[in-house]
């Protein structure tokens, strides 16, 4: 971690500060520092100094700076509705705290944003893309894909609006390079709310600089895929952006209700030289399933290959990438209610099946008791092969829907 003297840095505003009374301001500065992030707004009001100490722009990045990547906070973001109307929250799994998000800029001619994209980079967190409504457009019931992209500095609570993507989508392949501020997009398009197969569908792929907020277009997907999921596989010059799952044509049954035909394959970019799409193939046998379910990623060390799990209704798939097939691990001990569904993330090592509605008897007569909605976390340890369990009772204005909410994760 280094000396105090070189992690911590003197008081901006004066020498006379005091954090903690007796204490120097580098070992009371190190103290505090420690202090998992969700905490910090209510410490504010303690005194003068605690308010100055927590509302520092630099704090975030020198908790990243002098903390251990394992002694950060592993965070939730949950978005539950459009971003703009409702504020999103971060949630701290392991001390069951709660924090709001200020509102993403609002734009008077568009509503109803969904089906976009939230990734991480820092204490910097991007809103990517999207469907959503426009009152310019017609026909007006019909959502359009968004090429917006909004970033939250959570060290300010601040927005930026940044340059557009060369494309506009929603429901598209999103993964965060580490370690190199820039971010890949894939696929994606737009579609109706109610009649899901009638929407668009592409297949440009796009990187975005961070640095010089600029977006540059990469080859091409092989085939139109939206509905897809992205992720990273090794390190340095051998790092690919895997794609996988999703929808491209769709039939109409009786030739009037329309439907998504799902993939069972995935495509692989290598990314070191601008590289190429390679295909890998069906990932199950006919008649195993429909369709990918939701899909998490547990990083590996540096340059090792990334655990990719899979929730399907009730049961958890560990990919097998060698074999290029879905292996079931669990299955979730208890099942959500009928209309319900889960939330799945991967924080800490661990996945989280999250859900407002839980069938058992026991979590019912808790639920009765409560007159706000309870969120029950059933956690899987995938090397333990062990399960825990803990509930919240979440600070949103509004109904949780897992169909709909969009979340990410990031550590402060």
Partial sequence: MGSLSSCTSSPSHGETLTLIPGLPFDISSLILILIPYCHHSRLRATCKSWNSFFSSKSLLSRRRAQLPNSSLSHLLCIFPQDPSLSAPYLFDPR?????????????????????FVSVSIGHHLYVIGGSLFDTRSFPIDRPSPSSSIFRLDISTSSWDILSPMLSPRGS????????SKQILVAGGGSRHAMFGAAGSR??????????????????????????CVGFLVGSG???????????????????????????????????????????????????????????????????QVPDVFMLDGTEIFRYDISWNRWRKVTSVPRKATPGSSFG????????????????????????RHKKTGTL?????????RTWRFM??????????NFKSAVMCTMRL
Wanted: proline share 7%; glycine share 10%; aromatic share 12%.
């Fill in 95 to 115: 001390h069951l705290a709660w924090y709001p998000l200020p509102p993403m800029p609002c734009n008077p001619h568009v509503y109803g944003l969904s089906n």
């Fill in 172 to 179: 598209f392949a999103c993964s965060a390079i580490p370690n």
């Fill in 202 to 227: 592409m297949s440009s792929v796009e990187m975005y600089d961070v640095e010089k907020d600029e977006w540059i277009a990469l080859d091409g997907l092989p085939r139109f895929r939206a509905g």
């Fill in 237 to 303: 010059e051998g790092r690919e952006f895997w794609v996988m799952g999703g929808y491209g044509e769709s039939r109409t049954i009786s030739g009037v209700f329309p439907v998504d035909e799902y993939y069972k394959d995935g495509v692989v970019l290598e990314l070191k030289n601008g590289g190429k799409w390679r295909e890998i193939g069906d990932m199950w046998e006919e008649g195993e399933r429909a369709r990918l379910g939701y899909v998490v990623i547990v990083d590996g060390e540096e340059g």
């Fill in 344 to 367: 799945f993330v991967a924080l800490d090592g661990e996945l989280h099946v999250m859900s407002t509605s839980v069938d058992s008897v026991e979590i019912q007569k808790f639920q």
């Fill in 376 to 384: 029950f976390v059933q956690i899987y340890h995938p090397k333990r």
């Fill in 391 to 400: 509930t919240t009772k979440p600070p949103l204005q509004c109904s949780l």
